[in-house]
């Protein structure tokens, strides 16, 4: 005690009195130190409980591992909703090291995911390496909401409702109906699905067609789709955060990264040649997302800005369309074939609508759509029964926020239930039941509804919606004006499998070959 502090404690007490104090100090001092210890634990521990107390209700679970050994992996969307009847349309719990916040109740996740404190990302160190701060997916802040906007705006004006786009995809579609026709049995529908939506994301982003023998590109694709179904192991770090480092020595996150290095080489390539093409005028237009960029990037420099449109920028950009633009729309489709041949009465239907607005001969269009109010009603009860993002893309909590009077902790994965918005009572008559009936009002007229939300809410929302919507539509009316889709003699016993599908990023319909017999 410094001489100075002791001059005005023993103003307050008497010398004796410090004395004995200092005696007991000295006598009892490890005593006060366990004391003191116990008490700091005490604190700790009611700090613990206090939070753990505030979170939305939810199972408790293992030290590490959390609720793992209860989950079924396979079928996630299946325990998750187990939860939701359990503890409602908000809850929370452990996966791995991983806090949960489960949200599945439509007012519910309309009001959080309009915030941006629970608008974040989680990316695993080894992502963080090769994203490095750029692209739309796994960025926040002021880069995210610049990298969309462009985005959008590139989609607007290229990607959906023009005619050249409209035109493009019927050409996609014919090329697909020569496949059919070439190969009408056994088909594995998912391939010609996805050559198709690559196709549409190659032309939206380079501009381009790349012919089918291209072997850069097949491969280029080949690692995109590779990105998308990785699955568990590339969630490894996301629910095991303190063994990131020791996982990114794993081959196979090597593998992840090597072939996320891959895709960028093949896109920058394909940005260097575009720049080649496009005019310096100040007053240059573009065709394709890269062009657009590249106009910003060059008007942006004018001004003194280098980073918002740098090159890695519309790399990460590109390659985020690919992987978020193609497999998504490709697997609806396939879903919808499914569906079709699952439940042949809605095909029924389906056919003799299209078959009374558009005829037998003239591909249906887009100016169709208001007519074909059953087809309409099929292609959202499709997607409401697939769930095909059944958990969306979790979000990350920003920092400790209140919502609603629960604790929502930072760095919490916020997880759009999408699977359990699509399939509760209290907004779906009969939610396990393929019902187009949700979406038609007594008179037989498509009335969509704004519970069926597969693209997300909220301004992560996904932007591609319209695109996908018109690929779709185009798509599924064609096929089903000319062909009558049904299971391949092998998989007829196996519908209940097929319908109830495998559950990854994607909620994947299970293994299936379809016959198309020309109508
Ligand atoms: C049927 C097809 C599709 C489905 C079901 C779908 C679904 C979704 C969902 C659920 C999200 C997560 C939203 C969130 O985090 O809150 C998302 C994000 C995204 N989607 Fe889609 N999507 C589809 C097609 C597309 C297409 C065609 C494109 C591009 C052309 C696209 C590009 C993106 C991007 C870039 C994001 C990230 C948005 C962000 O983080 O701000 N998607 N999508």
Request: glycine fraction near 6%; include cysteine; hydrophobic fraction near 40%.
């Amino acid at each position: 005690m410094s001489e100075n502090v002791r001059q005005f404690v023993s103003k307050l007490v008497s010398a004796e009195a410090l004395d004995s104090a200092k005696d007991f100090c000295l006598a009892n001092g490890k005593s006060l130190a366990a004391a003191t210890g116990a008490a700091v634990a005490l604190l700790y521990a009611a700090r613990a409980y206090y939070r753990v107390y505030r979170l939305p209700p939810g199972p408790l679970g293992l030290p590490i591992l959390g609720r793992l050994p209860w989950l079924d992996l396979k079928h996630l969307e299946e325990s998750q909703e187990k939860m939701r009847h359990q503890y409602g349309g908000i809850y929370s719990y452990r996966m791995g090291s991983r806090l949960m916040i489960v949200v599945s109740s439509y007012e519910l996740l309309k009001e959080m995911l309009s915030e941006d404190v629970f608008s974040g990302r989680q990316l695993p160190p080894a992502a963080q390496r090769t994203a490095q701060g750029c692209g739309i997916l796994f960025v926040e802040g002021r880069v995210w909401s610049e990298q969309r906007r462009v985005s959008l705006r590139v989609l607007r004006d290229f990607g959906f409702a023009r005619t050249e786009s409209v035109e493009f995809i019927n050409e996609e579609i014919r090329i697909l109906m020569e496949k059919l026709e070439q190969q009408p049995t056994e088909v594995k529908v998912i391939d010609h699905f996805n050559a198709l939506t690559n196709s549409v994301i190659a032309m939206l982003v380079f501009g381009r067609r790349y012919a089918n023998e291209d072997k850069r590109y097949e491969k280029f694709l080949e690692n995109s789709k590779f990105l998308f179904d990785v699955g568990l192991l590339s969630a490894l770090p996301f629910l095991f955060p303190y063994l990131s480092k020791l996982l990114s020595l794993l081959p196979m996150t090597r593998k992840i990264v090597k072939t996320v290095q891959d895709i960028q080489t093949f896109i920058e390539e394909e940005i260097t040649k575009r720049e080649a093409l496009i005019s310096t005028d100040a007053d240059a237009e573009g065709t394709c997302l890269c062009d657009a960029y590249i106009i910003e990037r060059r008007n942006a420099e004018a001004k003194g800005d280098f980073e918002t449109f740098k090159k890695f920028q519309l790399v990460r950009v590109s390659m985020e369309l690919f992987v978020a633009g193609t497999d998504t729309t490709a697997k609806t489709l396939e879903w919808l074939m499914i569906h079709m041949a699952a439940f042949p009465e809605a095909q029924d239907n389906v056919q003799e609508e299209i078959h009374r607005v558009a005829g037998t001969e003239r591909q249906p269009q887009l100016s169709d759509k208001a007519q074909l109010h059953y087809t309409q009603a099929v292609i959202d009860e499709s997607m409401r029964f697939a769930s095909l993002a059944p958990n969306a893309i979790s979000h990350r909590a920003i920092k400790d926020t209140y919502f609603r009077g629960y604790l929502i902790p930072a760095d919490a994965a916020i997880v759009p239930f999408l699977y359990g918005l699509h399939r509760n009572s209290k907004y779906w008559k009969r939610p396990h039941t393929f019902y187009p009936g949700h979406f038609l009002t007594e008179d037989s007229r498509y009335a969509p509804s704004k519970m069926l939300e597969p693209f997300c809410v909220g301004k992560r929302a996904c932007p591609g919606e319209s695109l996908a919507k018109l690929e779709i539509f185009l798509t599924f009316t064609a096929i089903m004006q000319r062909y009558r889709v049904r299971f391949s003699r092998d998989y007829e016993t196996k519908v209940d499998d097929i319908l109830r599908g495998v559950c990854g990023l994607a909620r994947d319909a299970g293994e299936n070959r379809l016959d198309f017999v020309r109508l």
